[in-house]
Nanobody, 123 residues
């Protein structure tokens, strides 16, 4: 059974940076496609970024150029580096893992989810 534990969320001023971590257990992170999603109050969960087993990355247009997803195989951890944060980035951020490597923009593809970590960006 794969388990995902996010950390690194918090309160930051607009323009600041945070790095979210997703610790993977039960399977090597390199054998999974990994994604980050977020959900703001009153809104649907939305795709943020994903990395395939071949390390191909994809980003939502709203975060492209500001966020970077990466994987550390030695630590079995996936990261989301967030720079130039905006108040509209405020949300609960979720890490997700998929056994398959296609359609990674869609939440339904993912088999495992973390509990989420809150990111709040103040203006």
């Amino acid at each position: 059974q794969v388990q995902l534990v996010e950390s690194g969320g918090g309160l930051v001023q607009a323009g600041g940076s945070l790095r979210l971590s997703c610790a993977v257990s039960g399977r090597t992170a390199s054998s999974l496609s990994m994604g980050w999603f977020r959900q703001a109050p009153g809104k649907e969960r939305e795709f943020v970024a994903a990395i395939s087993v071949r390390d191909i990355t994809v980003y939502a247009d709203s975060v492209k150029g500001r966020f970077t997803i990466s994987r550390d195989t030695a630590k079995n951890t996936v990261y989301l580096r967030m720079n130039s944060l905006k108040p509209e980035d405020t949300a609960v951020y979720y890490c997700a893992a998929a056994l398959e490597g296609y359609r990674l923009l869609y939440a339904g593809v993912y088999d495992y989810w973390g509990q989420g970590t809150q990111v709040t960006v103040s203006s």
